[in-house]
């Protein structure tokens, strides 16, 4: 699909109603996902007939715009409620509906508990104001990770919660075959370059575009209405391939975790439902954080 079409067709893909803060939820733009899905597919083959998961999948401007360039399977995975029933509405606009797996995950969660990333040394991103630091040492290293050839992620940039980039693209590492996307502030940009090769062991770390990002104002925070933000995309390689080559064991270990982890979307979009009309009622006009 040429560039300006899949721009066109993601055009309607319906972003945050009601944007958490905390979250860091801000929709990738129909140009910048193309412009990054391009790329991917045209310079590098990582879309085309290849699995995809995309790491935060929001409303999932980005997973759409993989399965329309002809992904295979496409994994969503979220850790918002009404970011995946805002997304299975996006996915049911589509005649025929899209087909995109969405499960309930967090992501950082995952990560402080099944890996032996250590979250204090990535103290570099800014305006830190988290708390809950305190991981325990007891991880696991068992976990089967959720896999796919390509992991293409727009992560948290780490300005709510500290080291939210980082534990995203860590836990991208885990899950790609081939290829990771990821969305970083340029001003991090020596930053993730050490921690992708050296700390997480990557085969290769490459900015593969530059772009500006007009961060809307939508949260009431920002003094400008629109602030310009600077972000790198990156493309990188992880090392060590753990592939599921058919072992029983580890397979069922993983359609495990997934069903563990996976959320009836249906029942989801209910509550999610339920929620937002309680919200609207108790709250119409404000647009906070919540
Ligand atoms: N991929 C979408 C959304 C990007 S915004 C797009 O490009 O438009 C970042 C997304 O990460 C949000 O949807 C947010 O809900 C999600 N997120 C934040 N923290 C998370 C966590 N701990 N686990 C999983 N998802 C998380």
């Known amino acids: ?60 401007v980005l997973a759409i715009g993989a399965k329309l360039m002809g992904a295979g399977h496409v994994l969503g995975l979220d850790v918002d409620v009404d970011a995946l ?19 309930l995950m967090d992501v950082i969660e995952l990560i402080r508990r099944y890996d032996d990333y250590d979250e204090e040394e990535s103290d570099e991103s800014d305006e830190s104001d988290d708390d809950d630091n305190n991981n325990g040492d007891g991880k696991r290293k068992d976990y089967v990770w959720p896999k796919a050839d390509t992991v293409v992620t727009n992560p948290p940039f780490g300005t709510r919660r500290k080291g939210a980039d980082v534990a995203f693209l860590a836990a991208a590492m885990k899950m790609a075959e081939t290829a990771v996307y ?34 809307k104002n939508q949260y009431g925070h920002h003094r400008k209405d629109e602030v310009e933000v600077f972000v790198d995309v990156w493309r990188i390689q992880p090392t060590c391939k753990m592939k599921r080559d058919g072992n029983n064991d580890e397979d069922e270990i993983f359609e495990q975790n997934l069903r563990e982890l996976a959320a009836n979307i249906e029942e989801l979009q209910l509550s999610a439902r339920e929620r937002k009309d309680k919200h609207r009622s108790k709250n119409s006009n404000k647009n906070e954080e919540y």
């Open 182 to 215: 990821s969305f970083h502030k340029t001003s991090t940009r020596e930053y993730i370059q050490k921690v992708a090769t050296k700390k997480l062991g990557a085969k290769s770390a490459k900015v593969v575009a530059e772009m500006k990002y007009g961060l």
């Open 1 to 60: 699909m040429k560039p300006k079409r899949l721009e066109s067709e993601l055009q309607d893909v319906g972003t945050f109603s009601h944007p958490k803060q905390n979250l860091e939820q801000y929709a990738t733009t129909p140009a910048l996902a193309t412009k990054v899905l391009h790329l991917a597919a045209v310079e590098f083959g990582d879309i085309e007939d290849k699995s995809v998961i995309d790491l935060g999948v929001g409303t999932g």
């Open 85 to 103: 029933s805002e997304c299975k509405e996006n996915l049911e606009m589509y005649e025929p509906e899209l087909e995109v797996e969405l499960v």
